[in-house]
C-alpha cells in the first residue's frame, strides 16, 4: 500500500518533501515505485487520499466544487457547513472525487489494474455526525432519500428528535442516513473499481468502540461492510496492547463482514518503542479475532527531513526492528494460513444492538458491549455478533474442553476440507500452562512462530498440555486419524526463548535459529 502524504497535509507532523499531490512529477515517483514493485513480483495497491480522511483530494475538492460541501442541521433549525468535508451522501461529490483522483490513476496506470495493482484503499472517509438531540448530519439529498424510504418527510421526524429525543425517529433517521452512505459513496466507488477490474477496500473512522460507530456510521457497521470486496479497521492506536484492557472491536469487523477477508492497518502510530514481542501480541489478538490478513505500517521510502521525527511509527531501514523483521512477518504468514480457506465453526452468535444504539435507549450502555461478549472468549468460545437482538443458549459448545479454567486463554475454531483447525493464544501478560481434551482424530501441533509441525501426544487419560508464554500462540490441527497416546519422554522444546517489553533485552536473547519468535513448549 503506497500512502501518500504530500507536504499541504499536516506538514509539521509528515513533512518530507513529497511533491505535489496527483501532479506530473508525484505520478513520475508513482511509477518508479510501481515499476519496482512489478520487478519485485510485489502487489502495489492504491490509496485514494493524500493523507486523510479520503475524499478532499488534499483540499482540492471543495476548493473546485464549494458547493459540495457536508452540513449538519442544529435544533433551532440552522444549518451550517463542514468547511473541509466534502458531501459524500451526495452521488454527485463522489463522482466528481472519481475524476479528480481515481481516473488519472487509471489514465496512468490502468493497464496494470487488476495485475499488480490489485485494488484502492479508503481511509475514514467523512459522512457527518449523528449527535442527537443536539444536531444531525445534513445534506440536500436527505431530505428525498428520506421521502422514498420511509413515506413521509424528514421535517416530521427532526421536530420530533429535536423536541424530545424521540427513539423511533432516531432510528428512522439513523437508517436513512446509511442507506444514503450506501447509495452516495459506497456502492458507487465499489462499482467504479469492480468495473475497471480492481477491488474495493478501506476502513471508517472510529470503528473501535460503539459509542463512535454510532457517532460516525449510525451503528449499522453491518450494512456498511457489505460494500467492500474487503471490508477493514484501523488498529494503529494501541486500541489494542498488554497494558490496556481487551478490546473486541475486530471482531465485530469480522462479523460484518460475513466470510470476507479483512484486512487491518495495524501498528501505525504505536510508537517507536514498541518491541517485537508486543507485535506478536497485537497480532496474535487480531488473529484469534478473525482478521486476516493484516497490513504493518508505516515503512518510510526516505527519513530524511521530517521523515526522521514522526507521528508514524517507522519499522525499516535504520529502525533497529528491521534486522528481525524477516520473522515477524513468517509470523504473519503462517497465521494467516490458520484461516485460509477455512470457515469459522461459530458457537454463539452475540447480539450488537444497532436499533438500541440507534434509539438512544437507556438499556444499551455501550461501553458494556465488547466487556460482556469477551466472557465467552475467556470460556474458549468461538464466537460472532449479529445484528440487534438474539438469545443466549444456556448450553454453549466450547471449542477445547479445559481441565481447569484458563481465563487467559483465547481460541479460535476454524475448518477446512480435510482439517480442523484450533488456534490458542496467550492474552495474559503471564506464562499460562493448560491441558485438555484432545479432540477426535489425529492432531498435530503446527507452530506459527518457527513454521514447526509435531504429533500432539496424549497423556494416557487422552489430554493435551501446552505451556504459552507471553504473546505466545500454537496451532492445534486435527486430521482424519486416530490420537496418538502416549506419553513423551521429555518435553521437545526445552529451551525457551524469552520475549519482553526492553526490545534492547529481546534482541539480545533472540536465537536466530528459533526465528526469534519461538511460541511456546509442549
Known amino acids: 500500500f503506497i500512502h501518500p502524504m504530500p507536504d499541504e497535509f499536516r506538514k509539521k507532523d509528515f513533512g518530507g518533501g513529497m511533491p505535489g499531490y496527483l501532479s506530473d512529477e508525484y505520478f513520475a515517483m508513482y511509477k518508479i ?25 488534499n483540499g482540492q475538492l471543495l476548493e473546485s466544487y464549494p458547493h459540495l460541501r457536508m452540513h449538519r442541521i442544529f435544533a433551532d433549525g440552522t444549518i451550517a457547513e463542514y468547511p473541509k468535508r466534502p458531501d459524500f451522501l451526495n452521488p454527485e461529490t463522489t463522482k466528481v472525487f472519481i475524476s479528480m483522483v481515481h481516473e488519472k490513476y487509471k489514465k496512468h496506470f490502468g493497464k496494470d489494474f487488476g495485475k499488480t495493482i490489485p485494488g ?53 433517521y439513523a437508517e436513512v442516513w446509511v442507506d444514503s452512505i450506501c447509495s452516495g459513496f459506497l456502492n458507487i466507488l465499489h462499482k467504479w473499481c469492480n468495473d475497471n477490474n480492481l477491488l474495493f477496500t478501506g476502513h471508517f473512522n472510529g470503528d473501535d468502540t460503539p459509542k463512535a460507530l454510532l457517532r460516525n456510521l449510525g451503528a449499522d457497521i453491518f450494512k456498511l461492510h457489505q460494500h467492500f470486496d474487503i471490508p477493514g479497521c484501523d488498529v494503529i492506536w494501541r486500541q489494542i ?19 470476507k477477508n479483512v484486512l487491518s492497518e495495524t501498528f501505525g502510530v504505536y510508537g517507536p518503542d514498541l518491541s517485537l514481542a508486543e507485535m506478536k501480541f497485537v497480532a496474535n489478538m487480531q488473529f484469534i479475532g478473525g482478521l486476516n490478513p493484516l497490513m504493518p505500517m508505516a515503512i518510510h521510502y526516505s527519513n530524511r527531513g521530517g521523515r526522521m521525527v514522526t507521528t508514524a511509527s517507522h519499522i525499516a531501514g535504520v529502525d533497529t526492528r ?11 504468514r503462517r497465521m494467516g494460513m490458520f484461516a485460509a480457506n477455512a ?12 436499533k438500541n444504539l440507534q434509539a438512544g435507549s437507556n438499556e444499551t450502555d455501550s461501553d458494556k458491549i465488547f466487556p460482556a461478549a469477551l466472557e465467552f472468549a475467556k470460556q474458549q468460545i468461538t464466537y460472532e ?10 448450553i454453549i459448545e466450547k471449542d477445547i474442553q479445559l481441565l481447569t479454567p484458563c481465563p487467559a486463554l483465547r481460541t479460535r475454531h476454524v475448518k477446512a476440507r480435510r482439517t480442523e483447525r484450533r488456534l490458542l493464544v496467550n492474552s495474559g501478560m503471564d ?27 496424549t497423556d494416557i487419560n487422552g489430554n493435551l498440555s501446552l505451556t504459552l508464554p507471553f504473546a505466545g ?20 522444546y526445552s529451551k525457551k526463548i524469552p520475549l519482553d517489553f526492553k526490545f534492547s533485552q529481546v534482541i539480545k536473547s533472540l536465537d536466530i535459529s528459533e526465528n526469534g519468535l519461538a511460541t511456546g513448549t509442549l
Open 322 to 332: 528491521w534486522e528481525k523483521f524477516n520473522f515477524f512477518s513468517d509470523f504473519q
Open 120 to 172: 484502492v484503499f479508503t481511509d475514514e472517509p467523512f459522512f457527518g455526525t449523528f449527535d442527537p438531540p443536539e444536531f444531525l448530519p445534513w445534506s440536500p439529498v436527505l431530505a428525498e432519500n428520506f421521502k422514498k424510504i420511509k413515506g413521509f418527510d424528514i421535517e416530521q421526524c427532526l421536530q420530533k428528535i429535536f423536541r424530545n429525543n424521540d427513539p423511533q425517529s432516531r432510528c428512522d
Open 473 to 492: 500462540a500454537m496451532i492445534l490441527l486435527t486430521l482424519p486419524g486416530k490420537k496418538v497416546e502416549k506419553a513423551p519422554a521429555k518435553t521437545k
Open 385 to 394: 455478533y449479529t445484528p440487534n437482538q438474539g438469545n443466549i443458549p444456556e
Open 241 to 259: 496492547h498488554p497494558l490496556i484492557p481487551e478490546n473486541d472491536f475486530t471482531r465485530l469487523t469480522v462479523s460484518a463482514a460475513k466470510g
Open 431 to 457: 506464562t499460562i500452562s493448560f491441558s485438555f481434551t484432545a479432540p477426535a482424530g489425529h492432531n498435530v501441533w503446527f507452530d506459527p512462530g518457527s513454521g514447526r509441525r509435531e504429533t500432539a501426544v
Open 33 to 57: 515505485a510501481l515499476e519496482h514493485g512489478k520487478n519485485k513480483n510485489m502487489q502495489v495497491w492504491l490509496y485514494d487520499e493524500g493523507g486523510w480522511p479520503s475524499g478532499t483530494v
Open 343 to 354: 470457515v469459522p465453526v461459530i458457537k454463539l452468535q452475540v447480539p450488537f444492538p444497532v
